[in-house]
């Protein structure tokens, strides 16, 4: 298995996360022709303030106190447009979504979500998904999509200390 993919970035330096992330995120989204709608960046934007995936309710909630459009279609049609051009991920056992941290890159992704406090690591898994395709073809069996979850305690939340993840950062646009 690969090395992470991403290593949480410490809380004071968590701004400069979250602009590296939506500065790609422009970049991308110019380099493919697609418009990053201001409701779709916001979104993204509200995914990336925390390492712990979000829900679409919460995110839904946070629009609403905001002043922005609160119907559900939005904010689905947001975020279903933020995972088809690889800007999150869906976390299924959670259903919630969390930011990708190689959306310039075609990756299999696995994640390592921590119970207690909620934090959640992406992991590029391209060795491990390629021996799971190996595998399923000489069983002659197709597969349409491979997800990797694993559930467990962080280091922080193990030895009972406060985990040293970011906390959500109001960005007050």
Known sequence: MSEPSFLPCHPDEHHQCIDQALERAIQLCRDRGVRLTEIRRRVLELIWQSHKPRGAYDLLEELSKEGHNSAPPTVYRALDFLLEQGLI???ASLNAFIGCNQPDEHHRSGFLICRQCGHTLELNLDSLGQAVHQEADRCQFEINHLLVEASGLCA?????????????VNTGD
């Open 89 to 91: 991920h869906r976390i």
């Open 156 to 168: 922080a939340c193990r030895n009972g200390e406060e985990a040293v993840h970011p906390a959500p």
